[in-house]
Nanobody, 117 residues
Framework: VQLQASGGGLVQAGGSLRLSCVAS????????MGWFRQAPGKERELVSS????????DYADSVKGRFTISRDNAKNTVYLQMNSLKPEDTAVYYC???????????WGQGTLVTVSS
């Protein structure tokens, strides 16, 4: 699975962005997809994940109620809708994929999100 993330940019606090991650490969529809982020000087953290059919999602406490993950298996794409953005959401965001029972092993190149106060 190869992943290409896009959609980052500069936005003011309170604004919105939607990240997209397009996957290549025949097995996308059976992968769990995740969005991670890494801020300067901090460790990478899992922001959100979605299982293969979209029925099971999970969010970090810091983004619950503000971010929504979704996927379109017909388009091999996973999305992260980010609303009510805060300066502390500033980070490089990565999409990642894994198969059930295995760790995340496929990573996109990252897209920078900068939220100004």
């Amino acid at each position: 699975v190869q992943l290409q993330a896009s959609g980052g940019g500069l936005v003011q606090a309170g604004g919105s962005l939607r990240l997209s991650c397009v996957a290549s490969g025949r097995s996308f529809s059976i992968t769990t997809m995740g969005w991670f982020r890494q801020a300067p000087g901090k460790e990478r953290e899992l922001v959100s994940s979605i299982n293969w059919n979209g029925y099971i999602t999970d969010y970090a406490d810091s983004v619950k109620g503000r971010f929504t993950i979704s996927r379109d298996n017909a388009k091999n794409t996973v999305y992260l809708q980010m609303n009510s953005l805060k300066p502390e959401d500033t980070a490089v965001y990565y999409c990642a994929a894994k198969y059930h029972g295995l760790p995340y092993e496929y990573w996109g190149q990252g897209t920078l999100v900068t939220v100004s106060s």
